[in-house]
């Protein structure tokens, strides 16, 4: 699980990686929209963010059957 001082120690590196989204976005051409000192912190930045939707999609599957158990009718015992 990612803690808020991992994300803050990845801050860098997440904003390394809106600027090759901004210079793609923008149109540059083939071989330039990311830079070869840019290629690991462009990793990291994805490996961060992978693991940050994973434990979404579990919170919100988890969340989903709690709620779904929550107004389940049950059989109540004789």
Known sequence: ??????????APDLEIADKIVERAARGATQERHIM??????????YVVMRSMNEETAKLLSELKQRELDGMAVHNAPN
């Open 36 to 45: 070869a000192d840019e290629t690991l912190p462009f990793i990291r930045a």
């Open 1 to 10: 699980m990612i803690s808020g001082d991992d994300i803050e120690a990845f």
